[in-house]
C-alpha cells in the first residue's frame, strides 16, 4: 500500500444516504494507516458533489464519494472532466455501482480497495448532457424514483423497492415511445424503456447478464408486457439479466439512441430524475477511473 502515502483524497460523504448518518471512522483510519492525506469536504444547496469536485481538483489526487448510487451520479460530471480517479465507500440503499465493480460493500473493507490502489477505466453514460453509471430509465422505473422517498430507502432498504414497486405496478399501462438507432425507427408500445451503460440497477436488476462498465456498450431493453402478471414472471430473468430471450422483451446494443414519447415523461439516472423525454443517450467511453478490486 506505499502508492498511497503523501497522495491527498477529498473525502465527500453524503449524510442522507441510507448509512451516511453512521461512523465510517474505521473505514477511514484505513485509509490514513495506508498513508492518505485526508481532507473531508461538504456539498451545499449552493454547491453539488461535481461542483466541489471541479473546484477543488487541482489539490488533490482522488476523490472518495460515500454515498449510494444517486450521490455517484450527482459527482460523475466532476469526476470525467476533472480526471480524478474514484474511491467508491458504498453507503446507500442498493450500491448498484459498486456491486457492477465487484467493490464490497462493507465500507471497511471498500477502504482496504481504495488503499490497495488498483484502478480501472469505465465508461459512462450520458442522456441530454446528464451523465450515468449504471442505468437510464423512462416509465415504470421512473415512477418508480419519484415515489421512493429517503425516507422509505432508509426504513426498507432494497424491501422498499418492492413494496413500492408492487404498488406502482397494479396500475401501470404501456405508453407509445418512438426509438432511433442505427439508422432505424422502430415504434414501441412499453412499460419501460431502459439505458445501461453498467450491469446493476434498481437494488438487485441487472440490464444484461453480460454487461460491463467498460464494454463501450449501450444496453437497451424494453418491457412490451401488456398485463402486470407477465412482468411478475419476467421478474427472475430481470434478476439475471436474461430478460432479452422473452418475446415480449426488445433488447440491442448500441453507442447512441434517442427516445421520443407523445408527451413528455421524465428520465431516471441512477435512481435520481435529472431530465424529460426526447431523451438523446449516447456512451462516454473511458471517462473515469475507479479503484478496485484485482481480477
Not at 17 to 44: H, K, P
Amino acid at each position: 500500500m506505499q502508492h498511497s502515502k503523501g497522495k491527498r483524497a477529498m473525502l465527500i460523504v453524503n449524510p442522507r444516504a441510507r448509512r451516511g448518518g453512521g461512523s465510517i471512522d474505521a473505514a477511514r483510519q484505513v485509509l490514513v494507516d495506508a498513508g492518505l492525506d485526508i481532507e473531508e469536504m461538504a456539498t451545499s444547496k449552493d454547491e453539488n458533489a461535481s461542483e466541489l469536485i471541479s473546484r477543488n481538483a487541482d489539490h488533490f489526487d482522488m476523490a472518495i464519494v460515500g454515498g449510494g448510487d444517486g450521490t455517484l451520479n450527482n459527482a460523475a460530471a466532476g469526476l470525467a472532466y476533472c480526471g480524478l480517479t474514484l474511491g467508491v465507500l458504498p453507503l446507500g440503499t442498493a450500491n448498484d455501482f459498486a456491486r457492477t465493480m465487484g467493490i464490497p460493500t462493507d465500507p471497511v473493507k471498500a477502504a482496504e480497495v481504495i488503499a490497495a490502489g488498483h484502478e480501472t477505466t469505465v465508461d459512462l453514460g450520458e442522456v441530454n448532457g446528464h451523465l450515468f453509471f449504471n442505468v437510464a430509465s423512462i416509465g415504470f422505473s421512473a415512477e418508480l424514483a419519484g415515489e421512493l422517498t429517503e425516507h422509505a430507502k432508509k426504513r426498507w432498504g432494497t424491501l422498499g423497492y418492492g413494496i413500492v414497486a408492487a404498488r406502482l405496478l397494479m396500475r401501470s399501462r404501456l405508453f407509445t415511445a418512438y426509438v432511433d438507432h442505427d439508422d432505424t425507427t422502430e415504434e414501441i408500445h412499453t412499460m419501460q424503456v431502459s439505458v445501461g451503460n453498467g450491469r446493476h440497477y434498481g437494488g438487485g436488476m441487472t440490464v444484461e447478464e453480460t454487461a460491463t462498465a467498460d464494454d463501450g456498450w449501450l444496453d437497451l431493453y424494453s418491457l412490451e408486457v401488456d398485463h402486470w402478471w407477465r412482468l411478475l414472471r419476467l421478474l427472475p430473468s430481470l434478476r439475471k439479466g436474461t430478460q432479452g430471450q422473452w418475446d415480449d422483451v426488445r433488447a440491442f446494443k448500441t453507442t447512441e439512441v434517442t427516445v421520443r414519447t407523445k408527451r413528455p415523461r421524465p428520465v431516471n439516472t441512477d435512481g435520481e430524475l435529472v431530465t424529460w423525454t426526447p431523451a438523446h443517450f449516447r456512451i462516454r467511453p473511458k471517462s473515469v477511473r475507479v479503484f478496485t478490486p484485482k481480477g
